[in-house]
């Protein structure tokens, strides 16, 4: 039986990765579940999942959570310190997809255990790659990609070598404003950012697709991920999100990646590995689809892409800055204080200001700069949105 647990696992990937363990559930023992406010969906899939433990990460909702568990033989904890506790329970796979920063440290956590950590959190990366990196390989633990690009690229990497990489693509769909004049976009309201044209997401990574900072996002992610150059990485809009990343070779060839906008195939593959097992998930019919369309980026209509270019160049503490900057300018846009073409703003600004006074580039990246870091630029994003008010 494989002992897994799963961070973030009332969420979007969450719930994609309870769809494919309930399927098979004699092949698992689900050792902890962790959520946020959706206690119930919390609660429910403990018990379906028989999981030993369920943490919300909201204090207040112990009582609750208790609650709802009990008589069901389920413990329940709360708070971030007892998700880092369930981190540390022994596990052979943990799926990493808590939204935000908050995913960091029980990623780490499980890293130091020597937990093989599916990652679909992708602000671990952007805030603290080459802590992560370096705590998998200093624990002898491997880390799998589980964002769909980046999962494609792991594939189409199976037995090459990394000297003979020339570039590696990801796609993009282009998001809910594809086809928008640039000059409406400024206008843009929540309702209108929150619907994705291919996938099935959740509502703050789908208004960082149609921002494109979620594809920047990823570009940081492929760099700290493969260890490639950042001008070996590149964006391609690719409308209908059937291949998600190609990687080129010095003798000219692209492998492309093709499949379902699922994420349970990237979670499965990443569950499986290294074996490849039959997912649920539906089979292409490539000749129905008939034609794939690819586009170069509008970098008027996506300044994200620049930003995260910028990131990538200055290195260090540079990509805790640029998530927490964007997480609050999401916020703010989130919470109506900004317009949708102000979330880059703010984070050009912060970038400027901490750039200028802190020195992103030399200080060590441990846990304790990420997180001051992952504050301060917090509260100069904060500044940065009410300068603009
Ligand atoms: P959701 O918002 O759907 O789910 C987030 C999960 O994290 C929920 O379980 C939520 O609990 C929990 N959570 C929220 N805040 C905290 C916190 N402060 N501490 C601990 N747990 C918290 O996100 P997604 O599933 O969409 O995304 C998860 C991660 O995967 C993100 O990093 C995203 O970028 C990445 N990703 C997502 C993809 C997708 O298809 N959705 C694709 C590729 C990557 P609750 O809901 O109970 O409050
Ligand atoms: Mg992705």
Redesign the pocket.
Known sequence: MKRVTL??????????AIDLIARDLDAYDVVAL??????V??ATDAVRLRADLAV??YPECYDALKQLLAGTGVAVAAG?DA?AEAAARPVDWAL?????A??LV?GLVALEHGTTLAL????SLVTAGPLLMAKAQSHGATVLP???EHSAVFQALVGEDMAAVERVIITASGGAFRDWPVAKLAKATLAEASCHPN???????TI?SASMF?KG?ELIETKEFFGVDPDMIEVLVHRESLIHALVGFNDGALMAHVGPPD?RH?IGYALHWPDRRALPVERLDLAKIGALTFEAPDQSRYPALALAQRVMQTGGLAGAVFNAAKERALDGFIAGQIGFMDMSRIVEATLDTMTASAGLQNVPITLDTVLQTDRLARIRAAEAISQLG
Not at 7 to 16: L, W
Not at 120 to 123: C, D, L, P, Q
Request: net charge neutral; with cysteine; charged share 10%.
């Open positions: 961070f973030g696992a009332t969420g979007s990937v969450g719930q994609s962790t959520g946020g406010r959706n206690l969906q919390l919300t990460c971030p998700i990493s997809a808590i939204i935000g908050a995913g029980p679909a959190n992708k602000e589980v964002d769909s996938w099935n997401m959740g509502q703050r990574i960082d979620n996002m994420m990237a």
